[in-house]
């Protein structure tokens, strides 16, 4: 049978992951699709090679509670030791304003966390999800992961957003299907106060905006107005439902709904970066 591009993709990262796999290795495991097919790999690598794999989970307040209900499930599907590391990233005082460079400080945080844990289990390979798509657009994060000496395979191997989510669903990962959960930080302009309480009406809000439409979605709040992103495709359901999403929605506390005809996109908030 011919050898198409796909597969010398495929192999390029089995190989990738094969080098690392010659020692414990260390994980970043959020449980989203990035290393979730991460996770898959290093575990069939340990088992090959006599090795252990820790994923290690943040316990994060600035992550959705339901994100750690969804690690620990990955986790028991595709191996390895599982870690929960608890930490609360608004202790650090730099953070609590929403910088624009909050991602780099977060990661510096978590990802020196994540060293400590490899020191102290003896695993030389630590790596992160990280994926081709991610170097070309705004996240500063990156930078703390490569200041720290992070690996991250799938960047390595050229791998895309959509690649990671064909391989991962040829494997039969539940995770090829999950919207991705990012950082509830992402859902206020940067500058604006985070705050917890605030936070949290965001995440019941989202839960509504899921349960209501499905697919990806974003709650993101503008001082008194709040903005809901939704697949294009689900933009006319939402204003069939606005008068459902808006009693909701204000229970919940907010003001102003308003719907983004744009629809979903990631990074909304950094149009104005300058990268």
Same mark, same amino acid.
């Given at each position: ?10 192999? #390029? ?17 959020? +449980? ?17 090679? +006599? ?16 994100? !750690? ?11 390895? *030791? ?20 909050? &991602? ?21 390979? @630590? ?14 994060? *990156? ?5 720290? +000496? @992070? ?21 039969? *990962? ?8 990012? &950082?509830?930080?992402? #859902? ?10 605030? !936070?949290? #009406? ?5 839960? @509504? ?10 709650? #993101?709040?503008?001082?008194? /107005? /709040? ?29 102003? *709904?308003?719907?983004? !005809?744009? +629809? ?12």
């Amino acid at each position: 049978m011919r050898e198409t591009e796909w597969d010398r993709k495929k192999q #390029r990262l089995l190989s990738v992951m094969e080098k690392y796999g010659q020692q414990d290795v260390c994980l970043a495991f959020s +449980g989203g699709v990035d290393s979730s097919l991460l996770l898959k790999l290093a575990v069939e690598c340990g088992e090959k090679n +006599g090795r252990r794999v820790y994923a290690v989970t943040f316990d994060s307040r600035l992550h959705p509670a339901c994100d !750690l209900d969804n690690a620990r499930k990955v986790a028991a599907e595709l191996g390895g *030791i599982h870690l929960v590391e608890t930490i609360d990233e608004l202790e650090m005082e730099e953070i609590r304003n929403n910088p624009t460079d909050r &991602c780099y400080l977060c990661k510096k945080q978590l990802f020196g966390r994540l060293l400590e844990t490899a020191a102290e289990k003896g695993a030389s390979a @630590v790596m992160e999800g990280t994926n081709e798509d991610d170097l070309h657009v705004y996240r500063p994060g *990156i930078r703390a992961v490569r200041e720290l +000496g @992070v690996k991250s395979p799938l960047a390595e191997a050229g791998f895309t957003k959509e690649e990671v989510k064909r391989m991962a669903a040829e494997y039969g *990962i539940s995770a090829a299907r999950r919207p991705s959960t990012p &950082c509830m930080a992402t #859902r206020l302009p940067y500058g604006a106060s985070l705050d917890y309480e605030v !936070l949290a #009406r965001i995440e019941k809000g989202e839960a @509504v905006l899921r349960e209501l439409l499905g697919g990806n979605v974003r709650l #993101r709040l503008h001082g008194d /107005v /709040v903005r809901i992103e939704a697949d294009r495709e689900k933009l006319i359901r939402a204003v069939s439902l606005g008068p459902e999403l808006t009693e909701r929605l204000k229970k919940l506390g907010f003001v102003y *709904i308003t719907l983004d !005809l744009e +629809g979903f996109r990631s990074g909304s908030m950094d149009v104005k970066i300058k990268k």
